[in-house]
T-cell receptor, first 112, second 114 residues
Framework: KQEVTQIPAALSVPEGENLVLNCSFT??????LQWFRQDPGKGLTSLLL?????REQTSGRLNASLDKSSGRSTLYIAASQPGDSATYLC???????????FGTGTRLKVLA | KAGVTQTPRYLIKTRGQQVTLSCSPI?????VSWYQQTPGQGLQFLFE???????NKGNFPGRFSGRQFSNSRSEMNVSTLELGDSALYLC?????????????FGPGTRLTVT
C-alpha cells in the first residue's frame, strides 16, 4: 500500500531564501509524481509533473527532482516570495491504479 | 480552454439528508476523480471514472457513490449525511492517457453538515 510523507509539516522563512520541500513514498512502482500548491480554502494548482522516467522538471523558480529508487522527491523554490505562501502537496500515481495518493502537505509561510 | 468547474461551491445540509455534487471536466478529458479533504485526514481518494465506468474506489462507506455521464460530466452523491462528512470535496480531470496522467483540479465544493 502506497504511503506518502512530506517533511517538514510547516515552514516559515524570510523572503529571498531558497528552500527545499521533501516528499517520500513507499512504493517505487509509480507512473509519475505531481506537485501541487493549495491556497487556503481553494482547490489545487498543479506546479510540476515528473514522469517516472524523468529525473527532474523545472518551471520558473521551481525545480522538482525524482529519485524513484529511494522513493523521494524534492521541490526546490528559489528566491522565495510572500506570494509563495501556501500549502504544497505531492501526489504519487502508483502503477496499476487509477488514483493519486497525496502527502499531508507542507504549509509554507514566506515573511516579507 | 475552460478549467474544471464544480457546483455548487458551498452547501449546508442537515444530518440525515443527502447531497449531490457536480463536476464538469476540462473539454476532452475523459477521466474524473473525486477527493475528500478534511483537516484531520488530508486529501483522500473517493473514486475515479473513465468513460462512464468506475475504475477505482477508495475506502469510503457505501453512502458515497458517483457516476459519470456520456459527456464526461460527473456527479457524486452522499446519502444519510453525518457530521464527519463536512469537508472540501475536490474533483480532478485528466486526459487519462497512461503517459501523461496529469490531474487538474476544480475549486471544490465546501460541504457543511449541521
Amino acid at each position: 500500500k502506497q504511503e506518502v510523507t512530506q517533511i517538514p509539516a510547516a515552514l516559515s522563512v524570510p523572503e529571498g531564501e531558497n528552500l527545499v520541500l521533501n516528499c517520500s513514498f513507499t512504493d517505487s512502482a509509480i507512473y509519475n509524481l505531481q506537485w501541487f500548491r493549495q491556497d487556503p480554502g481553494k482547490g489545487l494548482t498543479s506546479l510540476l509533473l515528473i514522469q517516472s522516467s524523468q529525473r527532474e522538471q523545472t518551471s520558473g523558480r521551481l525545480n522538482a527532482s525524482l529519485d524513484k529508487s529511494s522513493g523521494r522527491s524534492t521541490l526546490y523554490i528559489a528566491a522565495s516570495q510572500p506570494g509563495d505562501s501556501a500549502t504544497y502537496l505531492c501526489a504519487v500515481h502508483t502503477s496499476g491504479t487509477y488514483k493519486y495518493i497525496f502527502g499531508t502537505g507542507t504549509r509554507l509561510k514566506v515573511l516579507a | 480552454k475552460a478549467g474544471v468547474t464544480q457546483t455548487p461551491r458551498y452547501l449546508i445540509k442537515t444530518r440525515g439528508q443527502q447531497v449531490t455534487l457536480s463536476c464538469s471536466p476540462i473539454s476532452g478529458h475523459r477521466s474524473v476523480s473525486w477527493y475528500q479533504q478534511t483537516p484531520g485526514q488530508g486529501l483522500q481518494f473517493l473514486f475515479e471514472y473513465f468513460s462512464e465506468t468506475q475504475r477505482n474506489k477508495g475506502n469510503f462507506p457505501g453512502r458515497f457513490s458517483g457516476r459519470q455521464f456520456s459527456n464526461s460530466r460527473s456527479e457524486m452523491n452522499v446519502s444519510t449525511l453525518e457530521l464527519g462528512d463536512s469537508a472540501l470535496y475536490l474533483c480532478a480531470s485528466s486526459p487519462a492517457a497512461r503517459s501523461s496522467y496529469e490531474q487538474y483540479f476544480g475549486p471544490g465544493t465546501r460541504l457543511t453538515v449541521t
